[in-house]
């Protein structure tokens, strides 16, 4: 079941000059891990209301949609809605609502639209877009969220965020930890290289870790890596037991 306590936007919409409604991050909400793509919208007639699901036909038809309506459709979760609202507020050209574009990017891209994480990542990226505490904080969790899904784009802009200490302060181990959530939930690539760094010491080597990881490989991955992890599997049990014959014997 789909968390959705971190569904952005967690939102209130202030006016501007230009009427343009622009998202401010509540910060009295606890900011919380996502666990799974949010897909309220898949269809139409996943929208609550009968305006909405007319709203999202005329976009679909490409017909034109006020700024307002993009808006309401982009807050009711649909993710297409998210992207092209963010692209719309990038279009005017306004430093003022660059950092609420990005909440609309993330939206979109946690409903399973990678190519929107490009666009978010662009706008974390630029020195000139000033966010604040509370938005930049679930602009990160939303990144760990896209990251734990399994977006190579927000695992390795996290690399670099993290490594550098912009935008979300220097965090040499959360990538790390990232990697090792991933393998733990199931992921035979993230085991895979978390196991690679290990053997090759650019990370500190553990056997029982090892082991665990591989065993993850071996059962979670294809033909190919679940052959490479078996082959791991025994070299490690002939280092850990000078005895050992060589099989494979940790079940």
């Known amino acids: 079941m789909v968390n959705l306590t971190l569904t952005l936007p967690f939102i209130l919409s202030i006016g501007t000059a230009d009427t343009v409604d622009v998202p401010e991050t509540r910060t009295d909400l606890p900011v919380v891990r996502a666990q799974a793509i949010d897909n309220r919208v898949n269809r139409t007639s996943d929208l609550p209301t009968l305006e909405l699901q007319d709203i999202r036909r005329r976009m679909l038809a490409d017909q034109y949609i006020s700024f307002d309506e993009m808006r309401r459709l982009a807050d009711a979760g649909d993710g297409n809605a998210s992207f092209q609202y963010g692209e719309r507020l990038l279009a005017l050209d306004d430093p003022e609502v660059r950092s609420a574009a990005a909440l609309y990017f993330a939206s979109a891209a946690l409903t399973g639209r990678d190519y929107a994480v490009y666009e978010l990542v662009k706008l974390l990226r630029d020195p000139e877009v000033e ?22 784009r927000a695992v390795n802009a996290l690399a670099d965020f993290y490594a550098s200490g912009e935008p ?14 991933r393998a733990e939930n199931g992921n035979p690539e993230a085991a895979m290289d978390l196991v690679r760094d290990m053997m090759s010491g650019e990370a500190p080597r553990d056997p029982e870790q090892i082991r665990g990881l591989l065993k993850i490989a071996r059962d979670e991955g294809d033909l190919g890596m679940s052959a490479a992890a078996r082959t791991l599997l025994a070299r490690l049990d002939d280092e850990t037991n000078p005895e050992n014959t060589g099989k494979e014997t940790v079940q």
């Open 168 to 181: 979300f302060g220097r965090k040499p181990d959360e990538v790390r930890r990232i990697m090792i959530e």
């Open 131 to 152: 966010f604040s505490e509370g938005r930049l904080q679930h602009l990160e969790n939303a990144m760990r969220n896209l990251a734990l899904q399994g977006s190579d």
